[in-house]
Protein backbone atom coordinates (compact mmCIF):
# COMPACT_ATOMS: atom_id res chain seq x y z
CA UNK A 1 0.00 0.00 0.00
CA UNK A 2 1.16 3.43 -0.94
CA UNK A 3 1.94 5.91 2.08
CA UNK A 4 -0.15 8.39 2.17
CA UNK A 5 2.32 11.12 3.41
CA UNK A 6 6.36 10.66 2.37
CA UNK A 7 8.14 13.96 2.93
CA UNK A 8 11.59 15.15 2.20
CA UNK A 9 14.58 16.85 3.13
CA UNK A 10 16.35 18.05 0.12
CA UNK A 11 19.70 20.32 0.66
CA UNK A 12 22.31 20.94 -1.59
CA UNK A 13 25.77 20.55 -0.12
CA UNK A 14 27.26 23.67 -0.45
CA UNK A 15 28.45 23.78 2.57
CA UNK A 16 27.35 22.63 6.29
CA UNK A 17 23.94 23.08 7.80
CA UNK A 18 23.14 26.35 9.51
CA UNK A 19 19.92 27.30 11.34
CA UNK A 20 17.76 28.15 8.46
CA UNK A 21 18.49 24.55 7.00
CA UNK A 22 18.25 22.95 10.55
CA UNK A 23 14.83 25.03 10.43
CA UNK A 24 13.79 23.40 6.77
CA UNK A 25 14.78 20.15 8.26
CA UNK A 26 12.98 20.36 11.80
CA UNK A 27 9.71 21.25 9.96
CA UNK A 28 9.99 18.86 7.58
CA UNK A 29 10.88 16.03 10.06
CA UNK A 30 8.18 17.03 12.60
CA UNK A 31 5.08 17.09 10.41
CA UNK A 32 6.22 13.93 8.46
CA UNK A 33 6.42 12.09 11.90
CA UNK A 34 2.79 13.77 12.83
CA UNK A 35 0.90 12.46 10.22
CA UNK A 36 2.31 9.02 10.82
CA UNK A 37 4.91 9.41 7.45
CA UNK A 38 7.82 8.29 5.29
CA UNK A 39 10.85 10.88 5.44
CA UNK A 40 14.01 10.96 2.99
CA UNK A 41 16.66 12.70 2.68
CA UNK A 42 18.02 13.76 -1.07
CA UNK A 43 21.47 15.69 -1.65
CA UNK A 44 20.48 17.94 -4.04
CA UNK A 45 24.08 18.17 -6.04
CA UNK A 46 22.79 18.69 -8.87
CA UNK A 47 24.92 22.12 -9.52
CA UNK A 48 28.13 20.44 -9.23
CA UNK A 49 30.31 23.76 -9.40
CA UNK A 50 28.45 24.84 -5.90
CA UNK A 51 29.05 21.47 -4.35
CA UNK A 52 31.83 22.06 -1.51
CA UNK A 53 34.29 19.17 -0.17
CA UNK A 54 32.77 17.30 2.72
CA UNK A 55 29.49 19.35 2.74
CA UNK A 56 27.30 16.53 2.34
CA UNK A 57 28.49 13.87 4.70
CA UNK A 58 28.48 16.53 7.42
CA UNK A 59 25.19 17.80 7.11
CA UNK A 60 24.15 13.56 7.01
CA UNK A 61 26.33 13.65 10.63
CA UNK A 62 24.18 16.51 11.42
CA UNK A 63 20.53 15.08 10.86
CA UNK A 64 22.00 12.03 12.62
CA UNK A 65 23.42 13.88 15.66
CA UNK A 66 19.97 15.59 15.85
CA UNK A 67 18.27 12.34 16.00
CA UNK A 68 16.27 12.33 12.17
CA UNK A 69 15.86 8.88 10.64
CA UNK A 70 15.03 8.97 7.30
CA UNK A 71 14.16 5.89 5.28
CA UNK A 72 16.40 4.11 2.86
CA UNK A 73 19.67 5.31 0.93
CA UNK A 74 20.03 9.30 0.23
CA UNK A 75 19.62 10.01 -3.23
CA UNK A 76 21.98 12.09 -4.87
CA UNK A 77 21.17 14.15 -7.64
CA UNK A 78 24.71 13.79 -9.49
CA UNK A 79 23.94 10.04 -9.97
CA UNK A 80 20.58 10.59 -11.85
CA UNK A 81 21.65 12.26 -15.18
CA UNK A 82 20.58 9.96 -17.14
CA UNK A 83 17.20 9.97 -15.80
CA UNK A 84 17.21 13.55 -16.17
CA UNK A 85 18.40 13.64 -19.66
CA UNK A 86 15.48 10.92 -20.26
CA UNK A 87 12.95 13.72 -19.06
CA UNK A 88 14.37 16.55 -20.98
CA UNK A 89 14.15 14.40 -24.22
CA UNK A 90 10.65 13.19 -23.51
CA UNK A 91 9.90 16.86 -23.14
CA UNK A 92 11.98 17.96 -26.47
CA UNK A 93 9.93 15.54 -28.56
CA UNK A 94 6.32 16.54 -27.14
CA UNK A 95 7.71 20.17 -28.24
CA UNK A 96 7.68 21.25 -24.72
CA UNK A 97 11.37 21.76 -24.50
CA UNK A 98 13.77 23.65 -27.16
CA UNK A 99 17.17 24.45 -27.50
CA UNK A 100 18.09 27.85 -26.67
CA UNK A 101 21.09 29.56 -28.00
CA UNK A 102 21.03 33.14 -25.97
CA UNK A 103 23.85 33.91 -22.96
CA UNK A 104 22.54 34.68 -19.81
CA UNK A 105 24.21 38.01 -20.54
CA UNK A 106 21.96 38.36 -23.87
CA UNK A 107 18.61 37.67 -21.60
CA UNK A 108 20.04 40.48 -19.06
CA UNK A 109 20.33 42.93 -21.35
CA UNK A 110 16.69 42.57 -22.71
CA UNK A 111 16.32 44.38 -19.44
CA UNK A 112 13.11 42.21 -18.47
CA UNK A 113 13.02 41.58 -14.77
CA UNK A 114 10.32 39.82 -12.90
CA UNK A 115 9.77 38.44 -9.38
CA UNK A 116 12.10 35.50 -10.06
CA UNK A 117 14.68 37.57 -11.99
CA UNK A 118 15.11 38.24 -15.85
CA UNK A 119 11.91 37.35 -17.87
CA UNK A 120 13.21 35.24 -21.05
CA UNK A 121 11.75 37.54 -24.17
CA UNK A 122 11.80 34.11 -25.96
CA UNK A 123 14.19 34.42 -28.86
CA UNK A 124 14.81 30.79 -29.72
CA UNK A 125 11.02 30.13 -29.11
CA UNK A 126 10.27 29.15 -32.85
CA UNK A 127 13.94 27.76 -33.55
CA UNK A 128 17.54 28.60 -33.23
CA UNK A 129 18.59 32.05 -35.07
CA UNK A 130 20.39 31.91 -37.96
CA UNK A 131 24.19 30.67 -37.03
CA UNK A 132 23.92 29.87 -33.10
CA UNK A 133 23.59 26.80 -31.60
CA UNK A 134 22.09 25.31 -28.28
CA UNK A 135 23.66 26.55 -25.59
CA UNK A 136 20.63 25.67 -22.40
CA UNK A 137 16.93 23.88 -22.80
CA UNK A 138 14.48 25.79 -21.99
CA UNK A 139 10.43 24.40 -20.90
CA UNK A 140 8.10 26.49 -23.00
CA UNK A 141 5.51 28.20 -20.90
CA UNK A 142 2.12 28.70 -21.70
CA UNK A 143 -0.06 32.12 -20.89
CA UNK A 144 -1.30 30.88 -17.96
CA UNK A 145 -2.13 31.79 -13.92
CA UNK A 146 -0.91 28.55 -11.74
CA UNK A 147 -2.34 28.62 -8.32
CA UNK A 148 -2.31 26.41 -4.96
CA UNK A 149 -2.94 26.43 -1.97
CA UNK A 150 -0.34 26.66 0.53
CA UNK A 151 -1.00 25.04 3.81
CA UNK A 152 0.97 28.06 5.78
CA UNK A 153 1.24 30.54 2.96
CA UNK A 154 -2.66 30.31 1.63
CA UNK A 155 -3.15 30.52 -1.71
CA UNK A 156 -0.65 31.61 -4.06
CA UNK A 157 -0.77 32.58 -7.65
CA UNK A 158 1.83 33.34 -10.57
CA UNK A 159 1.31 34.33 -14.03
CA UNK A 160 4.50 32.16 -15.56
CA UNK A 161 4.82 33.42 -18.90
CA UNK A 162 4.19 37.42 -17.97
CA UNK A 163 6.29 36.64 -14.36
CA UNK A 164 8.83 33.86 -15.19
CA UNK A 165 9.01 33.14 -18.81
CA UNK A 166 10.51 29.96 -20.67
CA UNK A 167 12.62 28.39 -17.77
CA UNK A 168 15.94 26.80 -18.28
CA UNK A 169 15.70 23.26 -17.61
CA UNK A 170 19.18 22.10 -18.48
CA UNK A 171 21.78 24.77 -18.45
CA UNK A 172 24.62 26.06 -20.95
CA UNK A 173 27.28 23.87 -18.54
CA UNK A 174 26.04 20.97 -19.25
CA UNK A 175 24.51 20.79 -15.73
CA UNK A 176 20.52 19.86 -15.47
CA UNK A 177 18.22 22.54 -13.25
CA UNK A 178 16.95 22.36 -9.95
CA UNK A 179 13.50 23.09 -11.40
CA UNK A 180 13.66 19.73 -13.53
CA UNK A 181 15.65 17.82 -11.28
CA UNK A 182 12.87 18.52 -7.83
CA UNK A 183 10.50 17.44 -10.03
CA UNK A 184 12.09 14.14 -11.44
CA UNK A 185 13.07 13.41 -7.92
CA UNK A 186 10.12 14.34 -6.24
CA UNK A 187 7.94 12.20 -8.77
CA UNK A 188 10.13 8.94 -8.71
CA UNK A 189 10.60 8.88 -4.76
CA UNK A 190 6.50 9.11 -4.72
CA UNK A 191 6.88 12.49 -2.60
CA UNK A 192 3.84 13.59 -1.12
CA UNK A 193 4.47 16.56 1.02
CA UNK A 194 7.07 19.60 0.15
CA UNK A 195 7.72 21.03 4.03
CA UNK A 196 10.76 23.77 2.80
CA UNK A 197 11.56 27.25 3.50
CA UNK A 198 9.70 30.56 1.47
CA UNK A 199 12.28 31.65 -0.53
CA UNK A 200 11.05 28.46 -3.03
CA UNK A 201 6.89 29.52 -3.01
CA UNK A 202 7.90 31.48 -6.48
CA UNK A 203 9.34 28.11 -7.95
CA UNK A 204 6.75 26.15 -6.94
CA UNK A 205 4.30 27.18 -10.12
CA UNK A 206 6.93 26.43 -12.25
CA UNK A 207 7.14 22.60 -10.71
CA UNK A 208 3.71 22.11 -10.63
CA UNK A 209 3.45 23.15 -14.08
CA UNK A 210 6.39 20.32 -14.71
CA UNK A 211 4.44 17.97 -12.81
CA UNK A 212 1.33 18.73 -15.01
CA UNK A 213 3.64 17.81 -18.30
CA UNK A 214 5.05 14.40 -16.58
CA UNK A 215 1.78 12.96 -15.68
CA UNK A 216 3.12 13.73 -12.36
CA UNK A 217 0.17 13.80 -9.01
CA UNK A 218 0.45 17.44 -7.03
CA UNK A 219 2.22 17.34 -3.90
CA UNK A 220 1.02 19.37 -0.70
CA UNK A 221 3.31 21.98 0.01
CA UNK A 222 4.18 24.19 3.12
CA UNK A 223 6.54 27.11 2.61
CA UNK A 224 8.31 27.28 6.27
CA UNK A 225 8.75 31.43 7.67
CA UNK A 226 12.74 31.96 6.69
CA UNK A 227 15.54 32.72 8.83
CA UNK A 228 17.09 35.93 7.74
CA UNK A 229 20.36 37.10 9.23
CA UNK A 230 20.83 40.76 10.56
CA UNK A 231 20.88 42.61 7.21
CA UNK A 232 17.60 41.18 6.40
CA UNK A 233 18.78 38.30 4.00
CA UNK A 234 18.12 34.75 3.36
CA UNK A 235 20.94 32.46 5.33
CA UNK A 236 23.11 30.60 3.21
CA UNK A 237 25.66 27.58 3.50
CA UNK A 238 28.57 29.10 1.55
CA UNK A 239 29.01 31.79 4.30
CA UNK A 240 29.11 29.46 6.63
CA UNK A 241 26.79 31.83 8.97
CA UNK A 242 24.97 30.69 12.16
CA UNK A 243 26.43 27.19 11.92
CA UNK A 244 24.69 24.12 13.63
CA UNK A 245 26.61 22.76 16.76
CA UNK A 246 26.82 19.09 16.68
CA UNK A 247 27.97 18.64 20.26
CA UNK A 248 24.49 20.81 21.64
CA UNK A 249 22.08 18.95 19.07
CA UNK A 250 18.82 19.31 21.75
CA UNK A 251 19.12 23.42 21.97
CA UNK A 252 19.34 23.52 18.22
CA UNK A 253 16.47 21.86 18.09
CA UNK A 254 14.35 23.75 20.70
CA UNK A 255 15.68 26.96 18.94
CA UNK A 256 14.31 25.74 15.36
CA UNK A 257 10.92 24.57 17.01
CA UNK A 258 10.60 27.91 18.58
CA UNK A 259 11.69 29.93 15.47
CA UNK A 260 8.62 27.60 14.06
CA UNK A 261 6.37 29.16 16.45
CA UNK A 262 5.87 25.33 18.18
CA UNK A 263 4.91 25.35 21.60
CA UNK A 264 7.65 24.99 24.47
CA UNK A 265 7.79 21.16 25.98
CA UNK A 266 7.25 21.06 29.33
CA UNK A 267 10.63 19.80 30.63
CA UNK A 268 14.10 20.29 28.74
CA UNK A 269 14.63 16.95 26.44
CA UNK A 270 17.31 14.97 27.77
CA UNK A 271 18.23 13.48 23.92
CA UNK A 272 17.02 14.76 20.49
CA UNK A 273 15.45 11.36 20.77
CA UNK A 274 13.13 12.62 23.72
CA UNK A 275 12.45 16.06 21.48
CA UNK A 276 11.63 14.24 18.74
CA UNK A 277 8.64 11.87 20.67
CA UNK A 278 7.29 14.79 22.11
CA UNK A 279 7.47 16.78 19.07
CA UNK A 280 5.53 14.57 17.01
CA UNK A 281 2.34 15.20 19.06
CA UNK A 282 2.52 18.88 19.42
CA UNK A 283 3.76 19.48 16.11
CA UNK A 284 0.98 22.09 14.80
CA UNK A 285 1.32 24.32 11.03
CA UNK A 286 -0.81 27.15 11.16
CA UNK A 287 -3.87 27.03 8.73
CA UNK A 288 -5.40 29.89 8.86
CA UNK A 289 -5.92 30.15 5.38
CA UNK A 290 -8.58 29.34 2.67
CA UNK A 291 -7.66 26.37 0.67
CA UNK A 292 -7.46 26.77 -3.30
CA UNK A 293 -10.98 25.56 -4.79
N1 LIG B 1 17.96 22.15 -2.44
C1 LIG B 1 17.15 23.24 -2.01
C2 LIG B 1 17.87 24.03 -0.94
O1 LIG B 1 18.82 23.54 -0.34
C3 LIG B 1 15.82 22.79 -1.46
C4 LIG B 1 14.93 22.32 -2.53
C5 LIG B 1 13.56 21.81 -2.12
O2 LIG B 1 13.32 21.54 -0.93
O3 LIG B 1 12.74 21.66 -3.02
O4 LIG B 1 17.51 25.16 -0.71
Not at 120 to 139: I, V
Request: with cysteine.
Amino acid sequence: MKPTYRGRFAPSPTGPLHFGSLVAAVGSYADALAHGGDWLVRMEDVDEGRKAAGAADAILRTLERHGFQWRGEVLFQSRRKARYQEVLEILLRQGHAYPCGCTRKEVQQTGLQGPEGPIYPGTCRNGLPAGRRARAFRLRVPELEICFHDRIQGRFCQQLQAEVGDFVIRRADGFFAYQLAVVVDDFDQGITDVVRGADLLGSTPRQRYLQKLLGAPFLRYAHLPLVLDAGGRKLSKRDRAHPVDDDDPVSGLLAAWRFLGQPEPPEHPARPLEFWSWAASHWKLSKNHEPCP
